[in-house]
């Protein structure tokens, strides 16, 4: 079993920048794939990022080229740079992790980022 605790959200204007961090503990963090999903106001929660345990990556074509995920299997860390953000951005940010033979996933408790001027 795995906990996550994510942290780093805020309110930025358009065109900024925020860091996302993802805190794992309680397993071990390198045979979990990790992910970066976010839910706005009456919409679904949909895919921002993954990162394979060896650092294989895959984006939302909404993001690519904004954002970039990465991990840090020594700190069990896993980290969503956000840059040149819009107000469609906004949206509770989830970390979540699936263990790669299992499949059983783990969700964070989500941190709220919001792109207003």
């Known amino acids: 079993q795995v906990q996550l605790v994510e942290s780093g959200g805020g309110l930025v204007q358009p065109g900024g920048s925020l860091r996302l961090s993802c805190a794992a503990s309680?397993?071990?963090?390198?045979?979990?794939?990790m992910g970066w999903y976010r839910q706005a106001p009456t919409k679904q929660r949909e895919l921002v990022a993954t990162i394979a345990s060896f650092g294989s990556t895959n984006y939302a074509e909404s993001v690519k080229g904004r954002f970039t995920i990465s991990r840090d299997n020594a700190k069990n860390m896993v980290y969503l740079q956000m840059n040149s953000l819009k107000p469609e951005d906004t949206a509770v940010y989830y970390c979540?992790?699936?263990?790669?033979?299992?499949?059983?996933?783990?969700w964070g408790q989500g941190t709220q980022v919001t792109v207003s001027s």
């Open positions: 309680g397993s071990i963090f390198r045979v979990y794939t």
């Open positions: 979540n992790a699936v263990h790669s033979i299992t499949q059983r996933d783990y």
